[in-house]
């Protein structure tokens, strides 16, 4: 499958952006997938990720409540929608595919090329 993610753009500290990530192929609903951020100078981290039926949602910690991640098959496209954003939310944010819903990136086989993502205090 391939990953196409976009949505990212600057934006003021408490404001909104909705990431979305286009996958080809109808495959698509047999993928969990997952959001992974990567801010400058550090490494790449898991931020969400949903089942292929939207059944079950799993989020880092720090950010259930500001991100929701949600998806539409009909659409191949996950989204997330990032709320009440902060200066460290800044990074560039990528999808990911994987057969079993995981928050370990290296186990993800299918990812995006990124959309960056800019929170000016």
């Known amino acids: 499958v391939q990953l196409q993610a976009c949505g990212g753009g600057s934006v003021q500290a408490g404001g909104s952006l909705r990431l979305s990530c286009a996958g080809s192929?109808?495959?698509?609903?047999?993928?969990?997938m997952g959001w992974f951020r990567q801010a400058p100078g550090k490494e790449r981290e898991f931020v969400a990720a949903?089942?292929?039926?939207?059944?079950?949602?799993y989020y880092t910690g720090s950010l259930k409540g500001r991100f929701t991640i949600s998806r539409d098959n009909t659409k191949n496209t996950v989204y997330l929608q990032m709320n009440s954003l902060k200066p460290e939310d800044t990074a560039v944010y990528y999808c990911?595919?994987?057969?079993?819903?995981?928050?370990?990136?290296?186990?993800?086989?299918?990812w995006g090329q990124g959309t960056q993502v800019t929170v000016s205090s």
């Open positions: 192929g109808r495959t698509f609903r047999n993928y969990d």
């Open positions: 990911a595919a994987d057969p079993r819903i995981t928050p370990t990136q290296s186990l993800y086989n299918y």
């Open positions: 949903i089942s292929w039926s939207s059944g079950n949602k």
